[in-house]
């Protein structure tokens, strides 16, 4: 399972750094949204890997498999808003999220996730 190893380990480092520099990492995302072209480029780069692992990982379970599924659904869905909304939409959706709670929860929930894939494709769960 090279795929949970890989997005395991991502999902830690990811994690560790965006609970310890989400101040600094705030006003990048908020500068990323406002820059159109970027965030298209960064679209399309979405709605590639996410059909990609979604082709690869159809299935929707509760082991590492499954949780590799949702993220890529997450990616492709994700993808498509930022390349078909206007870029107005996307920056007040983004605003929503963008703040000190948002970054700790999610910070936290990727950690644990990362956790967990990282040890189920090393074969430690």
């Known amino acids: 399972m090279i795929l949970a190893q890989i997005l395991g380990l991502y999902f830690i480092i990811v994690g560790v750094i965006v609970l310890y520099r989400r101040r600094a990492i705030m006003p990048a995302v908020s500068r990323l949204v406002a820059n ?3 965030l298209l480029v ?3 780069m979405e709605i590639l890997g996410g059909i990609a692992i979604v082709l690869t990982y159809p299935v929707f379970t509760f082991d590492a498999d499954g949780v ?3 993220i890529g659904w997450v990616l492709l869905v994700e993808g498509v808003l930022y390349f078909a909304l206007p870029s107005r939409k996307v920056q007040r959706f983004v605003r929503r999220f963008n703040t000190q709670t948002w970054y700790r929860a999610g910070g936290v929930l990727s950690f644990v996730i990362g956790v967990y ?4 494709g090393f074969g430690l769960f």
Do not use: H
Not at 117 to 120: K, N, R, T, V, Y
């Open 36 to 38: 159109r072209p970027l």
């Open 117 to 120: 894939l990282a040890g189920s």
């Open 68 to 70: 590799i599924s949702i």
């Open 42 to 44: 960064m679209g399309l």
